[in-house]
């Protein structure tokens, strides 16, 4: 700008300030209007839990809960007597060693007989005679006897009735703590047992996400790998329950992991596939039925993409075992063994990477086979390289996720449990019937639910046949509740992953976020929708010459 232009004069008259442009007019900005989504592509990823609360994929995610539920509690009915587990066996097992294992297989009799004698010594004195095997049948009816006789001898002490009511409260909470410290000593099927450690694993996973008890340092050997965090959950899900059961349960893992697999993949791959058409913005008109469809066409894939790599690492692990039993077990060749080690480390090095590959990207194999449509070998190959290309971007995103998760995963165990409790307490207000004195029928129907600890057990060994046949409807429909937070959490696992693989691949290679593969068995590419022709005006032109 020149001199002469920076001294004209102002409109009014005045001369502006040797120097110095004329101040131009504020620009007003209306934040409303900015589109954040596009401006911070990751808030896309909170959409998940909308995505998640979706009818028809909550619906699915329910029908997988109940389908492996249900083939669980068949194989521990098949097994029968024979494949009980008695209590503590896998708490000893992730906390001792074989050795000191083996010593408590051979003792946990005794072991429970004498944690029940103290539990029970002052209700059954002879308890320590009966088998471990008829304790249920035979000291239930004891304990609703001595409990009986404790709540006649209230009754006939005429209290005040505020302190009466504190006095019953008191002996109901004694009778239950009875009771279930007599059912937390039973042998129980291999699922069950399974399944209860799964689910308290997965409560302490959610407890430390919320608590950003992430327990990173563990990784590195800095700090002990603490139960009570995200890393020490995980493992105890993931690592230590499989190992357990392929160890001392190698034909249910078989079993049940064939049988558990194959419908992952199914319903799975449904999942990833509605998840993916959602984020497209193409969720509507027929979407379990098109899920379905994509995923019953690549069904094989979906089951060979998580093995493929578990399937390589087998066969390098085989290479080495027999390449060490080769070398090093005939003298003269030690030194032909110390001179190719380096092999042995780059195929040790190759194991390595393919485990970290599937335990950072397992969670993006099925959305890459649900977005690309591509077969098994290509949807490893890209959350592998995604993953290894953005290892600190996938680790953002994972934990947010993780957090975000926890975060609705508590508030819908709140909601759930307000549910259960509103719908107990109204039912069973002027329920006055008692069926041992002091305990309203209905709470043995329905027990009282618990914040943080939500479960149906009810008290059978005091209701009638008919009574028994109500609470098992009744804890149908509340199972049925309680598996909707299951069902919740596969749901958004899928959605929330999802979003990632969309990231990671926008990020890897410039891939629009909405453009996945078609529905038809060729696949073939689709572009994000068209957007909407305007609505014609009012005055009925058509076009810019009004024609």
């Not at 120097?19 to 007019?25: E, K, L, V």
């Not at 909470?173 to 069950?192: D, M, N, T, W, Y």
């Not at 995200?230 to 357990?244: E, K, S």
Request: net charge neutral.
């Amino acid at each position: 700008m020149s001199t002469r232009a920076l001294h004209r004069a102002a409109p009014d008259g005045s001369q502006p300030f040797p120097g110095h442009a004329m101040p131009q007019p504020i620009q007003r900005v209306r934040l409303e209007e900015i589109d954040w989504a596009s401006a911070l592509p990751v808030l896309r990823l909170f959409r998940s839990f909308r995505m998640a609360l979706h009818a028809p994929k909550l619906m699915v995610a329910l029908l997988l809960v109940l389908l492996l539920y249900l083939g669980g509690w068949a194989l521990d009915e098949v097994a029968g007597a024979r494949g009980r587990v008695y209590p503590g066996e896998l708490e000893q097992y992730s906390s001792l060693s074989p050795a000191q294992f083996d010593e408590w297989l051979t003792s946990r009799q005794y072991w429970l007989k004498e944690r029940l004698t103290g539990e029970l010594r002052d209700i059954v004195p002879d308890v320590h005679a009966i088998p471990l095997k008829s304790l249920p049948k035979a000291v239930l009816p004891q304990i609703n006897a001595y409990f009986a006789q404790r709540y006649d001898a209230l009754v006939r002490q005429k209290l005040p009735p505020a302190q009466f009511r504190r006095s019953l409260d008191d002996l109901r909470r004694e009778r239950l703590s009875k009771i279930q410290a007599l059912r937390a000593l039973e042998p129980k099927g291999v699922f069950a047992t399974g399944l209860a450690a799964e689910l308290d694993g997965f409560q302490r996973m959610i407890r430390a996400a919320t608590s950003l008890n992430l327990g990173l340092t563990a990784l590195a050997g800095i700090a002990p790998m603490g139960r009570s965090s995200v890393i020490g959950a995980v493992r105890d899900m993931l690592v230590t329950i499989p190992v357990w059961l392929a160890w001392r349960h190698t034909w249910f893992l078989l079993i049940y992991g064939i049988y558990g697999l194959g419908l992952w993949a199914l319903f799975g791959g449904a999942l990833a596939r509605m998840s993916a058409l959602d984020a497209a913005g193409q969720g509507q008109g027929g979407l379990t039925g098109r899920a379905f469809a994509f995923a019953g066409r690549r069904w094989v894939w979906l089951l060979l993409a998580p093995l493929l790599p578990v399937i390589l690492v087998g066969l390098i692990a085989l290479v080495l075992i027999l390449g060490g039993a080769l070398l090093f077990n005939w003298p003269g060749l030690d030194v032909l063994g110390g001179l190719g080690f380096g092999l042995a480390l780059l195929l040790g090095l190759m194991i390595a990477l393919l485990v970290i590959g599937l335990a950072g990207g397992f969670g993006l194999l099925y959305p890459a086979l649900a977005v690309e449509g591509a077969d098994a070998i290509d949807a490893v190959s890209r959350a592998f390289n995604y993953l290894y290309r953005q290892p600190f971007r996938w680790s953002f995103y994972t934990i947010l996720t993780l957090v975000y998760g926890a975060v609705c995963q508590l508030f819908l165990t709140v909601v759930v449990f307000l549910t259960l409790a509103a719908t107990h307490f109204f039912v069973g207000l002027l329920v006055l019937r008692d069926t041992v004195p002091g305990l309203n029928r209905f709470e043995a129907i329905m027990p009282a639910p618990v914040l943080g600890a939500l479960s149906y057990d009810m008290d059978s060994s005091v209701l009638s046949p008919l009574a028994k046949m109500a609470g098992v409807l009744v804890g149908i429909w509340v199972h049925l509740c309680i598996g909707l937070l299951a069902a919740f959490a596969i749901a958004f696992y899928f959605s929330a992953h999802t979003w990632i693989y969309l990231f990671l691949r926008h990020g890897s290679d410039g891939t629009a976020l909405e453009e996945i593969t078609g529905d038809g068995p060729a696949g073939g590419r689709e572009l994000p929708p068209e957007p909407a022709p305007a609505p014609a005006n009012d005055t009925g032109d058509t076009g810019a010459n009004g024609t």
